[in-house]
């Protein structure tokens, strides 16, 4: 994780050296090691270098080629450097290169086409002077940030949104339409190129984009394919095909020369993981920095995993942490929680992970193994309406029941969930229509006009093409846009504590192979997450892979929330900040939150955005962005 800033004049005028100054400030917390700058007429770069290997420290950024022609600012980590390096010529292919100098060597091969050769999680800025270009683009999945500006005459890049306000000409705005899709979490596959800033874009993962003769042009180079399938005879050759992409994307992220922090929950997902890594670096023997783990616990029902997590430090030797969450207090640290996350998406337990994270940074580590993603790529759900769509009504009623006692959950719940995947997309916006209304009676009906809320609430969550509803979902919750604005707020948060996020599971190799499974190859007799449970049987001890449902943080985040509703949602629906009634319906939001104060759990998510949504309004109309 570092930080990364850019300017180019498309019309050729030279860059303010000030103005990239003041950009660079602002992101100097994601690179306390070491500051760079590079200016040459028109074009500007800086970086800020939290440095995650001994090799890092010694290069000097924005590196620059062997001709000296172009310099390139990054942020990432490549995973195939050994692939990379073997079709590279030169001293770009050597054992010690940096990623950065691999990055350079490859676009110097195959030009702006290098992107989709690189395996990893990255952001960068590349200006190539005989050109006359800058070359920007953003890792498959989305795990790094990168954000611009662009007026037709000047592109702006960073790392995130405050260097891009840095000197602006007029007061930050909100997009309205971002701001009411994430109201209602209603997002849309072109809500990727969109902040909640107006004029501010985010570069979308798996995109590149290239300033060059006075224009910009901006492309998709990746995206998963639903259409690819891959068949295998038994269920084993699936099993060991998953179990080494799993390996290997954990192998990958480990590449450092800081001890490597791993957040240890108890469940499946994290403690594959984790027993992976210890497999692995049990493996080298060669005196690495260690591997520990970090169980965060509370004295709530559901929310002290500390046994679990010990069932897989013990056996693996690990050393691991408890790290005691204090009470919830969502108020504690939520504005500056909100200017960090620079949006009006936060965690309810912000106290809770600030705790967390400052732990990890205190023992040293300078990267965090996570386990995020395990929901989204190898759970089962969609599989539930594909049994339904082919008319499998046995088959369907007894995996829905297994599946249940799985997640902890009710059958009834995982089978209305395979009956609506299934509805079309007019379906379920007119039964939005007649449950809740669009826009519900809490949202303002001359905003939801004006950003034109019915058309994007009619519109599918996502176009592609897909075989079955198992790829339809599985597609659709790795690539949603508010997944990757919830990766984007916890990269963020880490960052603030001098931190990496790594998440094996979302290789985008591992998405890849999951996708082109046969939906029907992918769950047996109900179990939760079937591939990744068979790959980590031979690691991961019997009582946590065998463990049914999950950690539960849900009903101290209703305690806190519901007393908050009854001192401070009230007084924020006055509008303090003088702009929350361009959204909402004042009486019809104090309704809704009446609504959820008398028991009606379902609304606990709506309830708190209202809340931030003011708070980050409220440092919007200050400035404090600016």
């Given at each position: 994780?570092?930080?990364?800033?850019?300017?180019?004049?498309?019309?050729?005028?030279?860059?303010?050296?000030?103005?990239?100054?003041?950009?660079?400030?602002?992101?100097?917390?994601?690179?306390?090691?070491?500051?760079?700058?590079?200016i040459d007429g028109p074009a500007a770069l800086g970086h800020r270098l939290l440095a995650t290997t001994r090799g890092a420290l010694a290069?000097?950024?924005?590196?620059?080629?062997?001709?000296?022609?172009?310099?390139?600012?990054?942020?990432?980590?490549?995973?195939?450097?050994?692939?990379?390096?073997?079709?590279?010529?030169?001293?770009?292919?050597?054992?010690?290169?940096?990623?950065?100098?691999?990055?350079?060597?490859?676009?110097?091969?195959?030009?702006?086409?290098?992107?989709?050769?690189?395996?990893?999680?990255?952001?960068?800025?590349?200006?190539?002077?005989?050109?006359?270009?800058?070359?920007?683009?953003?890792?498959?999945?989305?795990?790094?940030?990168?954000?611009?500006?662009?007026?037709?005459?000047?592109?702006?890049?960073?790392?995130?949104?405050?260097?891009?306000?840095?000197?602006?000409?007029?007061?930050?705005?909100?997009?309205?339409?971002?701001?009411?899709?994430?109201?209602?979490?209603?997002?849309?596959?072109?809500?990727?190129?969109?902040?909640?800033?107006?004029?501010?874009?985010?570069?979308?993962?798996?995109?590149?984009?290239?300033?060059?003769?006075?224009?910009?042009?901006?492309?998709?180079?990746?995206?998963?394919?639903?259409?690819?399938?891959?068949?295998?005879?038994?269920?084993?050759?699936?099993?060991?095909?998953?179990?080494?992409?799993?390996?290997?994307?954990?192998?990958?992220?480990?590449?450092?020369?800081?001890?490597?922090?791993?957040?240890?929950?108890?469940?499946?997902?994290?403690?594959?993981?984790?027993?992976?890594?210890?497999?692995?670096?049990?493996?080298?023997?060669?005196?690495?920095?260690?591997?520990?783990?970090?169980?965060?616990?509370?004295?709530?029902?559901?929310?002290?995993?500390?046994?679990?997590?010990?069932?897989?430090?013990?056996?693996t030797g690990i050393k691991g942490h408890e790290i005691g969450a204090p009470p919830p207090a969502p108020l504690d640290g939520l504005d500056?929680?909100?200017?960090?996350?620079?949006?009006?998406?936060?965690?309810?337990?912000?106290?809770?992970?600030?705790?967390?994270?400052?732990?990890?940074?205190?023992?040293?580590?300078?990267?965090?193994?996570?386990?995020?993603?395990?929901?989204?790529?190898?759970?089962?759900?969609?599989?539930?309406?594909?049994?339904?769509?082919?008319?499998?009504?046995?088959?369907?009623?007894?995996?829905?029941?297994?599946?249940?006692?799985?997640?902890?959950?009710?059958?009834?719940?995982?089978?209305?969930d395979a009956v609506k995947t299934l509805l079309p997309a007019p379906v379920k916006y007119w039964g939005k229509r007649l449950v809740r209304?669009?826009?519900?009676?809490?949202?303002?009906?001359?905003?939801?006009?004006?950003?034109?809320?019915?058309?994007?609430?009619?519109?599918?969550?996502?176009?592609?093409?897909?075989?079955?509803?198992?790829?339809?979902?599985?597609?659709?919750?790795?690539?949603?846009?508010?997944?990757?604005?919830?990766?984007?707020?916890?990269?963020?948060?880490?960052?603030?504590?001098?931190?990496?996020?790594?998440?094996?599971?979302?290789?985008?190799?591992?998405?890849?192979?999951?996708?082109?499974?046969?939906?029907?190859?992918?769950?047996?007799?109900?179990?939760?997450?079937?591939?990744?449970?068979?790959?980590?049987?031979?690691?991961?001890?019997?009582?946590?892979?065998?463990?049914?449902?999950?950690?539960?943080?849900?009903?101290?985040?209703?305690?806190?929330?519901?007393?908050?509703?009854?001192?401070?949602?009230?007084?924020?629906?006055?509008?303090?900040?003088?702009?929350?009634?361009?959204?909402?319906?004042?009486?019809?939001?104090?309704?809704?939150?009446?609504?959820?104060?008398?028991?009606?759990?379902?609304?606990?998510?709506?309830?708190?955005?209202?809340?931030?949504?003011?708070?980050?309004?409220?440092?919007?109309?200050?400035?404090?962005?600016?």
């Amino acid at each position: 994780m570092s930080g990364i800033v850019g300017i180019v004049h498309a019309d050729g005028r030279p860059a303010d050296p000030e103005l990239l100054d003041r950009m660079s400030a602002a992101v100097a917390h994601r690179g306390p090691d070491r500051a760079g700058r590079w200016i040459d007429g028109p074009a500007a770069l800086g970086h800020r270098l939290l440095a995650t290997t001994r090799g890092a420290l010694a290069e000097r950024a924005p590196v620059a080629d062997p001709s000296g022609t172009c310099r390139l600012v990054w942020d990432g980590r490549l995973d195939n450097r050994e692939e990379l390096g073997a079709l590279l010529p030169g001293g770009a292919a050597a054992p010690g290169a940096t990623d950065a100098a691999l990055v350079l060597g490859a676009y110097r091969r195959w030009g702006a086409a290098c992107v989709e050769r690189l395996l990893g999680d990255f952001a960068f800025a590349l200006w190539d002077a005989p050109a006359r270009s800058l070359l920007c683009a953003r890792d498959r999945i989305g795990v790094r940030p990168l954000h611009y500006t662009w007026d037709g005459r000047t592109l702006r890049v960073a790392s995130a949104i405050a260097p891009l306000l840095a000197g602006a000409e007029r007061p930050a705005e909100p997009d309205d339409e971002m701001v009411l899709a994430f109201l209602l979490r209603e997002f849309r596959p072109e809500d990727h190129g969109r902040t909640f800033v107006r004029d501010v874009h985010r570069l979308p993962p798996g995109h590149a984009l290239v300033v060059r003769d006075g224009g910009l042009r901006r492309w998709r180079y990746w995206a998963p394919d639903p259409a690819r399938e891959i068949r295998y005879a038994r269920d084993e050759e699936y099993v060991e095909h998953f179990t080494a992409l799993f390996e290997r994307a954990v192998a990958d992220r480990l590449r450092t020369d800081w001890p490597v922090g791993a957040l240890l929950s108890g469940g499946l997902d994290s403690s594959a993981i984790v027993c992976a890594a210890a497999r692995l670096f049990d493996a080298r023997g060669d005196g690495s920095p260690p591997l520990e783990a970090f169980t965060l616990w509370a004295e709530e029902r559901g929310a002290d995993e500390r046994e679990w997590a010990r069932a897989v430090t013990r056996p693996t030797g690990i050393k691991g942490h408890e790290i005691g969450a204090p009470p919830p207090a969502p108020l504690d640290g939520l504005d500056d929680h909100i200017g960090a996350a620079e949006g009006p998406i936060a965690d309810p337990d912000n106290r809770a992970t600030r705790t967390l994270y400052e732990a990890v940074a205190a023992a040293g580590c300078r990267v965090v193994l996570s386990g995020e993603g395990g929901d989204q790529v190898v759970d089962e759900l969609g599989g539930f309406a594909d049994l339904l769509r082919t008319l499998r009504p046995l088959r369907f009623a007894r995996e829905v029941r297994a599946f249940g006692r799985w997640y902890g959950g009710g059958a009834r719940d995982v089978a209305l969930d395979a009956v609506k995947t299934l509805l079309p997309a007019p379906v379920k916006y007119w039964g939005k229509r007649l449950v809740r209304g669009v826009p519900p009676p809490w949202i303002s009906r001359e905003r939801a006009r004006a950003v034109g809320l019915r058309a994007r609430v009619r519109a599918p969550r996502h176009a592609v093409p897909c075989a079955s509803r198992a790829q339809w979902s599985t597609y659709l919750y790795v690539t949603s846009p508010w997944y990757v604005l919830k990766l984007e707020l916890e990269e963020r948060i880490a960052a603030r504590a001098g931190l990496e996020m790594r998440y094996p599971l979302l290789d985008s190799r591992l998405v890849e192979f999951v996708l082109a499974i046969p939906w029907e190859r992918r769950t047996r007799g109900g179990a939760r997450k079937w591939l990744l449970r068979e790959a980590a049987r031979a690691s991961v001890p019997g009582p946590v892979l065998e463990r049914r449902g999950k950690g539960d943080w849900t009903d101290p985040m209703d305690r806190s929330l519901r007393d908050l509703c009854r001192e401070v949602i009230p007084a924020a629906l006055e509008d303090p900040s003088r702009r929350l009634a361009r959204y909402l319906d004042i009486p019809g939001a104090r309704r809704f939150v009446a609504g959820y104060l008398a028991g009606d759990s379902d609304r606990r998510w709506d309830v708190w955005f209202l809340l931030t949504l003011d708070r980050w309004l409220e440092r919007i109309a200050k400035g404090v962005e600016r």
